[in-house]
Nanobody, 125 residues
């Protein structure tokens, strides 16, 4: 299983970016998918997650209302639309896959089986 994240970059405060994560491997639709981020000198944190069918999604409080996670099971991709970006959103963003052992999308790092390489998002003030 490989996850390839892309779409990061430098954007001004208030701007938008769209991250994408391409999955290659076995049975994409068996995995809950999520985005995490890690800012310098901080721990990796959950940002958003989506269930195998896309019927449910969850967000951390700092991004709720600004970010939207989506997935295309036909194309084996998961995306994160980030609007109204703030300097505190600056981080390396990682996509991750969790073999769906249950219906709930986990926010726990250790639950996730596979990780992408990360893509840098920098928001200038």
């Amino acid at each position: 299983v490989q996850l390839q994240a892309s779409g990061g970059g430098l954007v001004q405060s208030g701007g938008s970016l769209r991250l994408s994560c391409a999955y290659s491997g076995v049975t994409f639709i068996s995995y809950h998918m999520a985005w995490f981020r890690q800012a310098p000198e901080k721990e990796r944190e959950f940002v958003a997650g989506i269930s195998v069918t896309g019927s449910s999604s969850h967000y951390s409080d700092p991004v709720k209302g600004r970010f939207t996670i989506s997935r295309d099971n036909a194309k084996n991709t998961v995306s994160l639309q980030m609007n109204s970006l703030k300097p505190e959103d600056t981080a390396v963003y990682y996509c991750a896959a969790d073999l769906a052992r249950g219906a709930i999308v986990s926010k726990v790092i250790g639950t996730y089986d596979y990780w992408g390489q990360g893509t840098q998002v920098t928001v200038s003030s």
